[in-house]
Structure formats: structure tokens, C-alpha cells
């Protein structure tokens, strides 16, 4: 209905937009992205193109859509303005780390997504809160500085946005 919506769509999941128009004789339904091209390789139009469907979206799948419905009477076109938003997904996810008396290491836990993730680290299951003089967190990267034999332990990185979490454990030994 009217001349514009709003779809809202998580990344990696089907996109369906849907232009329903009537008229005599039937129009013919023609789909257009604003700036840009449609997404050829994953594109698919459907019921005789009232349906058109991107599989899977992703992030620069984002934008104004919109159909234009012609016959020879005339013309009328709807605007559909995509989101795409995303639970967090692994950019670099942390990994075990077995270190020597003294040595220095780090832990890396990098996510994106949209909106972007926050990324708290967790020691045993508790959060981080007293300074530590073997470790400090910064951001995305705990980093170990000589460390000694009782500074064992499992790290947790929990990445989470208002689309979901991922949770990542990464055992540290000291040997």
C-alpha cells in the first residue's frame, strides 16, 4: 500500500519483496535498486515477477528497492527501503594459547556485525575486573605479559548485539 515501505531483514537470510498491482490490461512488474545494480548472482524473481527474492542478503544488499508496475495505460511504482542487520559472526575468533614461564602472548576475539558486537571477556566464567599485572584487557585482545605458572585459565569472549551472541572459550597453559 502507498508509494513506500521499509523491510527490515537479518543477514543470510531469504529477502522477499513483493509489488502486488493491479490493472487492464495486467501490468507487467519491472524491479530496480536505487545507485546500484540488483544482485544477479543470487537474485530470483518469482509469480511472474510480483516476487523478487535475494538469497542469501548480506550487508550491501541494504538500499532502496523499488518495482514499477506498466501497462499501456500507465505506470505506478512502490519504494522499498531495505535494512539489513546481522547477529554477530566471526571475524577472528580466539584460539588456545599454551605459553612458557615469562613469555608474552595475546588473545584476539574480533566480530562484526550489525549493529556492531561488544565484546566482553570472561575469566573461568567471571567477569574481569580486578587488574591483573600478567594480563590487561584491551578492547578485543587480552595480552599477556610474563606470564607465570599459576596465570592458567579458560578465557571467554562473548560478542553480542540486539541480534544474537556468540560465545568463544580459548584455554591458556602455562608449561
Known amino acids: 500500500m502507498g508509494t513506500s515501505s521499509t523491510k527490515l531483514v537479518l543477514r543470510d537470510e531469504d529477502l522477499l519483496l513483493e509489488c502486488i498491482a493491479s490493472g487492464v490490461p495486467t501490468p507487467e ?21 510480483k516476487t ?49 614461564p615469562g613469555e608474552n602472548g595475546r588473545l ?8 556492531k558486537p561488544i565484546i566482553q571477556w570472561l575469566m573461568n566464567g567471571e567477569a574481569i575486573s580486578t587488574p591483573n599485572p600478567n594480563f590487561e584487557v584491551a578492547g578485543d585482545t587480552v595480552i599477556f605479559r610474563e606470564v607465570q605458572t599459576g596465570n592458567s585459565a579458560v578465557f571467554q569472549c562473548n560478542a553480542s548485539n540486539a541480534h544474537g551472541y556468540l560465545l568463544a572459550n580459548a584455554f591458556v597453559s602455562i608449561l
Open 52 to 100: 523478487l527474492r535475494i538469497s542469501p542478503v548480506s550487508e550491501e544488499d541494504s538500499g532502496e528497492y523499488f518495482c514499477q508496475a506498466s501497462n499501456r495505460m500507465g505506470s505506478i511504482r512502490h519504494t522499498i527501503s531495505v535494512r539489513v542487520k546481522a547477529a554477530p559472526y566471526w571475524l577472528d575468533e580466539p584460539k588456545n594459547l599454551i605459553l612458557a
Open 29 to 49: 512488474i519491472m524491479w530496480y535498486k536505487k545507485g546500484g545494480e540488483l544482485p544477479s548472482q543470487k537474485l530470483k524473481f518469482e509469480n511472474y515477477n
Open 108 to 115: 584476539v576475539c574480533r566480530a562484526s556485525g550489525n549493529p
